[in-house]
């Protein structure tokens, strides 16, 4: 008796247990992100120029994810990155709402910080260590958004 052809590849795999290693595994995209990113200290006009004219076309984890906009790099003066970043200039299409929350470092002693393993130990062997990380709302201005 022959067996059933598959209509997936995770039904292909089931077919397969026991006579393959392949491991599958579900990735989740993200459709019509917006994000601002406030950055300090160094050299910024260099870096502000280098996002203007990309060496290569920016994407959001894959080649084939694009990004719908141009980057809009802008040095501004600020008191810190929250204030940064309520200067943001959003593009004139966008009508929906935005989630106006930060990630910055947190104090140690902050009950509320969330861990997050992504402060760069080796990057070819993929080791990264734990930092703690404070979510912080931020306000967009209304003349700012629209």
């Not at 595994?25 to 990309?54: I, N, S």
Request: net charge positive; charged share 25%.
């Amino acid at each position: 008796m022959r067996p059933q052809t598959p209509q997936s590849r995770p039904e292909a795999l089931e077919q397969a247990r026991g006579r393959s290693n392949v491991t599958i595994t579900l990735r989740d995209y993200r459709c019509g992100p917006l994000f601002g990113v406030a950055v300090w200290g160094g050299e910024l006009p260099p870096l502000a120029e280098a996002l203007r004219h990309p060496v290569f076309v920016p994407y959001l984890g894959r080649k084939s994810c694009p990004l719908a906009a141009p980057l809009d790099p802008r040095i501004v003066t600020a008191d810190g990155p929250g204030q940064a970043l309520a200067l943001l200039r959003l593009p004139p299409w966008h009508g929906g709402a935005v989630a106006r929350v930060m990630a910055c470092d947190a104090d140690p002693a902050d009950a509320a910080a969330e861990t997050r393993h992504d402060r760069v130990i080796d990057r070819r062997r993929w080791h990264f260590a734990p930092r703690r990380v404070a979510m912080v709302p931020v306000e967009i201005a209304p003349e700012v958004a629209g």
